[in-house]
């Protein structure tokens, strides 16, 4: 009985024994299982108790350290940064050069830089990389050194400007010859390249000589080669002319660039008064080519009749017409005479017991940006006209009668004109009785002109005038004044229902008419406006269309049936057109219009169309 229990303990202790080192086996931690990276672990034991701690270094290469703990079997991380390649900073700059990273992405352990050298610059190191390494960087920073050209030598008669002996890249040698009857043959200058070779050759200095030249669009040339100061001679084609300047021959070449140039003729940018043009938009035009030119209305090609007209490019680059539009002038006309028109306005001469108002048996009229130098007047023989005195500051045109005396201010004081069988003869200003003294007063108002013979009045803002603005002495007395009352301003009455050979067409009309309002006029058979055929009121009055009679010279006979290339249309025609009518044509078998299909009656002319 007791040999058996001391059997059973010996039995429990064993088991105890063997239980407890398997157990403490199970909670070591070994060596191979430590998994992070770039870490240094030839020092380290195979193996660690539980709790154990140890301190793991970073692989060569890398900084920073890790501190472990053995827990139940496994490494935990309890202090310490994570091992990363060591960084050797910026690997340094070289003048002249640059340099990339050709391994890693940045400056640390293992990363490799590759330097070059810019343009006109070689490398002088043996090596052009730097590789990161324990210590920092090895090697030093390479060096660029400018590329060099050879020595510029036996030039002879040519002198060099520019660095010669030691020239680098970039530099540049200028030639000329010492001669100034020698010319070089070769380039004027040449550079130094990147590959250390120079642009082009060393030049000679030789006797002047041009080679005459190709020119585009010009006749074929002499061959002969040109000597110094010849004038080259060549002839454009058809359709191009001479570049300004006459070419000579000179050491350096054609003193002008020899060219033939393209004839062209410029078609001013449109205006206002310029309605439209056709073909639209286009300003330039070869030799040959046509536009047709609109003026607006109130507007006429300049030299013409004509609101409209096609003109042709010349071969000197001039328009066959100015291509101009011009303000119209009103239409010629003249009492007790004749008139003779011409591009610019007219002249006139008096019917029989009539003159000219500046005494001459003829007049001329001349029309400029619209306005007529002067209207045209012709009175009766026993009536003096123009003051004779040339120095007179107011010449006015007024027409004097038997016996009425005129004064006027002349040059340093007055001096008075007597009518006299139809001539002036001057006179003391002291027997002029019938000068009417200060004009009379008008509430509200001031003078606006005057002079001895009448006054105008204007009336103050917001009043109107009641009578006439313009009020004429008469035999020393001023004729009866106007008013001026409150009352609305800028209005018109309504308007007249026939004026000027004309007819109102409006039928409802309203009480009175604000500043600018129009009213609508017919002329009568047998005339026709003059300008517009509106009324206008302005300045409480209105301004009335005029209608003019017509007359042979604003109709055109019937139009030719064969023009230009082109066949009349219309079959039935009328034995005159009025100003504006139109006749439609057609062009013969191969031939098209150039500008439109119709003809244009335009004072008493037919503008007919083209076919080409």
């Known amino acids: 009985m ?4 001391q059997v059973a303990v010996k039995i429990f202790f064993v088991a105890f024994w063997v239980s407890f080192i398997t157990l403490a086996e199970e909670q070591e931690c070994l060596k191979a299982n430590i998994e992070f990276e770039n870490t240094q672990k030839s020092d380290l034991l195979e193996s660690y108790l539980n709790e154990q701690k140890v301190k793991l270094s970073c692989a060569i290469g890398y900084v920073g350290f890790l501190k472990l703990q053995c827990k139940d079997g496994k490494w935990n991380l309890i202090a310490g940064r994570e091992c990363k390649k060591r960084p050797c900073g910026h690997p340094g700059d070289t003048p002249n050069g640059d340099f990339k990273l050709i391994r890693e992405s940045e400056f640390v352990f293992g990363a490799t830089v590759e330097y070059t050298c810019r343009t006109g610059y070689i490398m002088a190191s043996r090596v052009n990389t730097r590789n990161c390494r324990i210590e920092g960087w090895d090697n030093a920073v390479p060096v660029c050194e400018v590329v060099k050209c050879p020595i510029i030598s036996n030039l002879g008669d040519v002198i060099a400007t520019g660095n010669t002996e030691e020239a680098s890249y970039g530099d540049v040698i200028y030639f000329e010859c010492e001669s100034p009857n020698k010319m070089l043959e070769g380039p004027e200058n040449i550079h130094c390249k990147e590959n250390g070779q120079w642009s082009g050759i060393i030049p000679k200095c030789t006797e002047i000589k041009c080679q005459p030249p190709e020119i585009p669009h010009a006749f074929p040339i002499t061959d002969e080669v040109y000597n110094k100061n010849d004038i080259l001679k060549y002839r454009c084609k058809t359709g191009y002319k001479p ?16 060219e033939c140039e393209e004839i062209v003729c410029l078609l001013q940018s449109s205006s206002n008064d310029v309605a439209v043009t056709n073909p639209k938009g286009k300003n330039i035009f070869r030799v040959g080519e046509s536009v047709e030119i609109k003026c607006s209305q109130k507007y006429w090609v300049l030299g013409t009749k004509q609101r409209s007209r096609t003109i042709r490019c010349k071969e000197n680059g001039n328009w066959e017409f100015n291509p101009v539009c011009e303000v119209k002038c009103a239409e010629a006309s003249v009492q007790n005479g004749i008139i003779s028109e011409w591009a610019n306005g007219f002249f006139y001469s008096c019917d029989s017991d009539y003159k000219a108002f500046d005494e001459k048996w003829w007049g001329m009229v001349t029309c400029t940006e619209g306005q007529k130098s002067d209207a ?9 006209g123009q003051i004779p005195n040339v120095y007179a500051k107011h010449s006015e045109r007024k027409k004097g009668s038997e016996n009425e005396t005129v004064e006027f201010e002349c040059e340093s004081k007055q001096c008075c004109y007597k009518c006299i069988s139809g001539n002036w003869k001057k006179q003391d200003c002291e027997c002029k009785t019938f000068l ?4 009379p007063h008008v509430e509200n108002a001031v003078i606006a002109s005057h002079n001895h013979q ?3 009045y204007k009336c103050r803002e917001n009043y109107r005038i009641n009578g006439k603005r313009l009020i004429f002495c008469d035999n020393s007395q001023w004729k009866e004044s106007p008013t001026c009352e409150l009352g609305e301003k800028h209005r ?6 026939e004026i000027n ?16 309002g129009t009213v609508t006029y017919k002329c009568k058979e047998g005339f026709q406006f003059e300008s517009g055929s509106e009324a206008t009121c302005s300045a409480e009055e209105w301004n009335y269309p005029r209608c003019i009679q017509l007359s042979e010279k604003h109709r055109c006979p019937s139009p030719d049936r064969e023009i230009n290339n082109a066949t009349r249309v219309s079959a039935q025609l009328k034995a005159y057109y009025e100003e504006g009518g139109t006749v439609t044509y057609k062009c013969k078998e191969g031939f098209q219009f150039e500008n439109g299909s119709e003809a244009t009656c335009s004072a008493k002319e037919w503008n007919y169309p083209r076919c080409i």
């Open 436 to 439: 009417c003294g200060t004009p």
């Open 2 to 5: 007791g040999s058996n229990m």
């Open 243 to 258: 570049r300004p300047g006459n070419p000579k021959c000179t050491k350096y070449g054609w003193s002008v660039k020899p």
């Open 501 to 516: 050979n004309a007819t109102r067409v409006s039928a409802q009309l309203k009480a009175y008419y604000e500043e600018g």
């Open 376 to 384: 045209p007047l012709c009175i009766p023989h026993d009536q003096c």
């Open 454 to 456: 009448y006054v105008e």
């Open 492 to 497: 018109c009455p309504s308007p007249d229902r």
